[in-house]
């Protein structure tokens, strides 16, 4: 699960809100370290159930890369796509070893996760290569997304942590090149991925709300009730912004939101 930006705006690392200069600071649980914040014990299962949830995301997007640099058309591209898959392996370590820092069994963790996300894989397979690059750059960057904005309300060591993982991996440039050029070469394909890429909004969107609600721990954080958390209406701007971001990646692409 990466985060990739458009081309013109890879370069720089995506504000967060405690980097943007017109940001208030921080306040609450998002202004302690982990040590003050795991004091509360509803916030501390949200941690690590948010970080169980990424952990098995990572992994299976490593897995998912993998099988897909299978369809890649050139020795070059294989290469390109294992070094992605490569990246979310190492982003896996990373909060696994931060699961079993904070006394967590990762694959305890990870368990409630897994049948939301192969759901998702297994409903958003790609069928192609080109396929395969756009859920790459637009659907894992949806939740993606989702995980950036909840990462606003963590403590200051775990929002370290997520939005490390949650990183551009370098690839953006690469998978927007390819599809373009695909478009160029055959026009029609971009009606179809177009259509590809708004079945991989709705399927993201739902996997995100799925795996909130069915954990109380995430949905009060989300909420309202842990670490200053959202509310309602908030919500709601939330996933604005996540469908803003999505339409900016699909015109990077050349394709129709």
């Known amino acids: 699960m990466r985060f990739m930006e458009t081309p013109d705006t890879a370069a720089q690392p995506p504000e967060s809100p405690e980097s943007a200069a017109d940001a208030p600071a921080p306040t609450g649980v998002a202004a302690q370290d982990w040590a003050k914040a795991s004091a509360d014990p509803q916030y501390r299962a949200a941690v690590v159930d948010l970080l169980g949830a990424l952990a098995y995301g990572e992994l299976a997007a490593f897995e998912r890369l993998a099988e897909d640099a299978k369809l890649a ?11 992605m898959a490569s990246a979310e392996f190492h982003h896996f370590e990373q909060l696994r070893d931060r699961l079993a820092a904070v006394g967590q ?3 305890a963790a990870m368990e ?14 790609p069928s192609d290569w080109l396929e395969g690059l756009v859920k790459a750059y637009v659907g894992d960057s949806i939740a993606s ?9 963590l403590d200051v060591d775990t929002r370290r942590l997520v939005l490390g993982v949650l990183d551009d991996t370098g690839h953006a440039s690469f998978a927007v090149e390819k599809v373009r050029a695909a478009i160029d070469a055959d026009p029609r394909v971009g009606g179809r991925l177009a259509l590809w890429a708004r079945r991989l909004m709705g399927e993201a969107l739902s996997q995100s709300q799925r795996v909130v609600a069915d954990r109380d721990a995430l949905s009060t954080m ?19 912004r996540i469908t803003e971001a999505h339409t900016k990646r699909m015109a990077a692409l050349g394709l129709a939101a």
Not at 222 to 240: K, N, Q, T
């Open 105 to 107: 069994e990762p694959t």
């Open 222 to 240: 989300l909420v309202g009730g842990v670490a200053d958390g959202f509310d309602l209406a908030e919500v709601g701007r939330m996933f604005s």
């Open 112 to 125: 409630p996760f897994v049948e939301a996300l192969d759901g998702f894989h297994k409903q958003t397979a």
């Open 73 to 83: 058309p050139t020795l070059a591209d294989k290469a390109e796509l294992a070094k």
């Open 145 to 153: 997304d989702f995980y950036r904005e909840v990462a606003a309300r």
